[in-house]
């Protein structure tokens, strides 16, 4: 029998830059989202900028900008993420909705720049701060706790086009001052924290799209190291301001299989965990660096420069729980590869064994549980899926029904998984799925890509007037949550 604990965190969760929208209100200033156009499975999102001479260009995101250009928002192009799903102006109706539900918890984001507009101001802008209060009081209300994510893919463009963003330490002033702000207003108010979402895509990505030089290799890790610093300091100071808090790291848990049982992928493939997977969150749930780190670099000839204080720092500000985002699994080879998974986002070989969503990510729902047990032996602190969820064509009936057994399917099956892993002693202590509402996809920029229980009305064209509805997986969900996940 399933067994989830009393006081289980059942929710779901956002992020501000694919809900918020109001990218240009109250104050708010750009973030590194708002330059990126709409794109598809098959399409990468553009990052639009502006040459010296006035012209205006697009690239892959992957590619970079050409030298010289500013990253920018120009005419012509489609930015999805200006309007999102307008949470800004909907929050109240869709608390409602997560209420009805039972939500025991809420993943959401600040927006950086909402409360800092360029990053560097020495003042906040009241506008923004009074926002994520509001959200927070509205939460309360239902007794719903809020889990606020620090850093969600959207640096202020300012910081980032004048200092470089993550790859100048010089950012780490001006984040300590937005997490000390936030830490302090929102006292009372919030008591979990994760600080970078996602924070191994940084490596897990590179080389994925286009061949990395080790200068990529220098860059990443650098920006890697920056992005422990700035974990640990938001660990201390929260320990700091309130007893009451406690800070998350944010890893991509993309498990690696071998394809084959040749040794040699096997090596590979622990490698490749190493890299992708166990690099940040050993760093951020140990507070040191692994042992494998100076190999890693030195495939690379990497040198990450360190004050003689990191050290230090990193061991303080180890997070005081684990959580992770949980979509796919992915298989390495030595060997030629024959078939490719293909998706947008997800690489490697395909595994034969396993069916495919329509974005080429692989569903397995075992390998949640498998990941569930390999990271509570790793690092027995607390867990939690904050990230979870099928990306799904959805189809509104002409009653206004949405049927989507196929989302119902396979959340039961990774809940399902959850359970096995908590039966086996793993401390789960929450679960929220993503995108508990529509939000625009991160890595294609689609709203037609659907993760919710509740359709949002609004197309990839701009079309749509934001109303919400309830589908299929509304019902089932709440009554998961009434259940503490024994009626699946
Ligand atoms: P979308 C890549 C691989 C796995 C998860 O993704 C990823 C990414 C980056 O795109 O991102 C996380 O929207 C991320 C969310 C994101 C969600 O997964 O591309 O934390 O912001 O929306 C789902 O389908």
């Not at 909907?90 to 600040?110: N, T, V």
């Not at 049982?261 to 760093?283: H, I, K, S, W």
């Amino acid at each position: 029998m399933m067994s989830f604990p009393q006081g289980f965190l059942w929710g779901g969760a956002t992020a501000a830059n694919q809900c918020e929208g109001a990218w240009d209100v109250d104050g708010r200033g750009p973030a590194e989202s708002d330059v990126l156009t709409g794109g598809s499975v098959k399409s990468p999102r553009l990052v639009t900028y502006r040459m010296p001479d006035g012209t205006t260009g697009a690239v892959p995101k992957w590619q970079g900008v050409p030298e010289g250009a500013r990253r920018e928002v120009v005419d012509g192009y489609w930015y999805p993420n200006h309007d999102a799903i307008d949470f800004y102006h909907h929050y109240k109706e869709d608390i409602a909705l997560f209420a009805e539900m039972g939500f025991k918890q809420y993943r959401m984001s600040i927006s950086w720049s909402r409360i800092f507009p360029k990053g560097i101001e020495e003042e906040p802008n009241q506008a923004g701060l009074d926002f994520y209060r509001n959200v927070f009081l509205e939460l309360k209300k239902y007794d719903i706790e809020p889990l606020v994510t620090m850093w969600h893919f959207d640096t202020p463009l300012y910081l980032d086009e004048e200092l470089g963003g993550w790859k100048n330490r010089a950012i780490l002033p001006y984040w300590d001052r937005y997490v000390r702000t936030i830490l302090t207003e929102y006292k009372g108010l919030v008591k979990n924290w994760l600080t970078i979402n996602e924070i191994n895509n940084t490596i897990q990505f590179l080389g994925a799209n286009k061949p990395a030089s080790d200068e990529d290799f220098q860059r990443a890790y650098q920006h890697l190291h920056h992005q422990f610093l700035a974990s640990a300091h938001a660990v201390k100071m929260a320990h700091e301001i309130s007893d009451d808090y406690r800070v998350g790291c944010m890893i991509c848990g993309v498990p690696h299989y071998p394809l084959t049982c040749d040794p040699a992928d096997v090596l590979l493939t622990q490698r490749q965990m190493e890299r992708c997977v166990f690099y940040c969150g050993d760093v951020q749930a140990k507070g040191k660096y692994p042992v494998y780190a100076q190999r890693l670099w030195d495939e690379h000839d990497v040198h990450v420069e360190m004050e003689p204080e990191d050290a230090r720092v990193l061991a303080e500000g180890a997070v005081d729980f684990y959580t992770f985002s949980y979509y796919m699994t992915t298989c390495d080879t030595t060997h030629e590869v024959t078939e490719t998974a293909g998706g947008n986002m997800s690489f490697g070989a395909k595994n034969p064994y396993l069916e495919y969503s329509d974005w080429g990510w692989a569903l397995d729902a075992m390998g949640l549980r498998y990941y569930l047990e390999m990271v509570y032996d790793r690092y027995e602190k607390p867990l939690m899926v904050v990230e979870n969820g099928l990306g799904a064509f959805d189809t509104v009936e002409e009653d206004g029904s949405i049927h989507d057994p196929y989302r119902i399917d396979y959340m039961r099956a990774h809940i399902e998984q959850m359970g096995k892993a908590i039966d086996e002693g793993v401390d789960l202590i929450g679960y929220t799925s993503w995108g508990c509402i529509d939000v625009i996809s991160a890595g294609t920029g689609e709203m037609r890509k659907r993760y919710g229980f509740i359709y949002v009305d609004r197309d990839d064209e701009g079309n749509g007037t934001f109303a919400r509805s309830k589908k299929d997986s509304f019902y089932w969900y709440k009554k998961v949550i009434e259940s503490n996940g024994s009626d699946l």
